[in-house]
C-alpha cells in the first residue's frame, strides 16, 4: 500500500515545495505529462528517478515511500531546525509521530503554514518597496483621494456657494469617485493575480526573465552558432522587453561560443567543476564560467543552478531562482550576499556557503566575481557588473564557516546583523 502511494506523496510535497510540476518535471529529466501519471498513481517509480525526484524537492527518498510516518517526521525536523529561540527533541521525533499521529500533523501542517506565510510576506514586501507598477497604482489612489478630501472639505466650510459652482463640485466629486473606484479595482486586480494570469507581468526584465524559463534557460538557436536576430521573440509585449532580451542573448551567445556543451561535458565526467579550475582549464574568464554554469543546457551538470546578475548599483540585471533560496528582483536586498562583496573586491573569486534565515537549514555554496563590463576611456572608472551563482551543498562540512544572509532587511529575523539598515517587521521571526 504504501508503494502505491509515492506518487500522493510526490505532488503533496510539490506542493510544499511551491514548485510547478513543469518546472518538477524539468528537474527530474521527464515530461511533465509522466509525472503527472506518476503523481496520480498510475506509474510506478523507483530507483534514479526517485532519486531525482526526492533531490529536486530536497527530501530523502524514504519520505517518499515509507508512508505517513516518514512524512511526518521528516516535517517535524524541518520545523524544529526553523525554531527560533527553540531547541526540541528531536532524538523522539519518532515516538511522537507514532504515539501522536493527529498532533505531529498539527504541528506538520502549521509548519507548512508559516513557510507558505513567510514566502508571501517576502514577496508582498518586495513589491511594496520597489515594484514600479504598484507604486503607480498607490500614487493614482492616493491622488484621487486627495482631490476627493479637497472638494469635500470646500463643500462642507463654504456657505455661500453660487448654484453653479457647486454643481461643478458635485460633478468633480462623481468623477474622482468613480476615478478613485477604478484605480483601486486595478490595484486590487494587480495585487490579486495569480499564475493562471494570461499576463501578470508589467516589468521589461520579468518578461525577459519568463521568456527564459518558459525555455529552459537554454536557447537551442544560439548553442548551435545561430544569430540572436533568429530568436523568436514574439512573445515579449513591450519593445522595451525584447531589447533587454537581445542584451542577455548577446551575453547568452558569447558565452555559449566560449564554453560549448560538449568542452564543458568534458571537464563534468570527471567530477563537478570548480569554477576557477573550469576557468584555468578551458582558457576563459571566470565571469563567462559563472553564467555559463547557469545557462548550460538539461543534463550537462548534476544538479541545478541559480544565478544573479547586477551592476555596480545593485540593481538585478537578471535573476534565475533555484528552489529554497530566495532572490529578490528588485533592490535593496542584503548586503551580505556574496554578489555585493564582490562589487568590492573586483576580479577576485568571492565564495561562501550560506544559509537563508527564515527558511529551512539548506546549506547554499555561492560564488562571486565582479568584472568591468565598459570602460569609456583612459583615466576614466570603468562600469562594473556582478554575477553570482548559488548552488545548493549537499553534504555541509562542519569545519565550513557558514554566513546567513536573508533576502532584505524588512523580513530578516536576525536582529543582531551587523548589516542591517532597518527593522524588520517580523517582531517575532519565523
Known sequence: MRDTLTGSRIRERRQIAGLRQAELARQAGVSASYLNLIEHNRRRIGGKLLVDIAAALGVEPSVLTQGIEATLVSALREA????VGQKAEVDGLEEFAGRFPGWAGVLAQMHR???????NVETLSDRLTHDPQLAASMHEVLSTAAAIRSTA??????QDIEAEWRERFHKNLHQDAERLAGSSKALVTFLDESDSAVDPRAVPLEEVEAFFEARAYTISELEDGGDVDAVDLSGLNTSAARTVAREVLRI???????????????????????????????????????????????????????????DASGSILFL?????????????????????????RPLVPVRKQVVLTGRSSAVFDCVAYAWPHAVSGY???????????VRPVRDPSDGVPVTQVGPNCRVCPNRDCKARREPSILSEGF
Open 80 to 83: 524544529a531546525e526553523d525554531a
Open 379 to 389: 583615466d576614466q572608472d570603468p562600469a562594473y557588473r556582478s554575477v553570482m551563482v
Open 320 to 344: 534565475k531562482p533555484i528552489q529554497g533560496f530566495t532572490l529578490p528582483r528588485h533592490g535593496d536586498v542584503c548586503p551580505l550576499w556574496p554578489l555585493f562583496t564582490a562589487l568590492s
Open 113 to 119: 503554514r508559516v513557510v507558505s506565510l513567510e514566502r
Open 252 to 310: 547568452y551567445r558569447a558565452d555559449a561560443q566560449a564554453l560549448p556543451p560538449d568542452a564543458v561535458k568534458a571537464v563534468v565526467q570527471q567530477g563537478e567543476p570548480d569554477p576557477i579550475e573550469l576557468a584555468q582549464r578551458l582558457s576563459v574568464d571566470i565571469a563567462t564560467v559563472l553564467r555559463r554554469l547557469a545557462f548550460l543546457p538539461d543534463g550537462t551538470l548534476s544538479q541545478s543552478v541559480g544565478m544573479v546578475l547586477c
Open 153 to 158: 472639505a470646500i463643500l462642507a466650510d463654504t
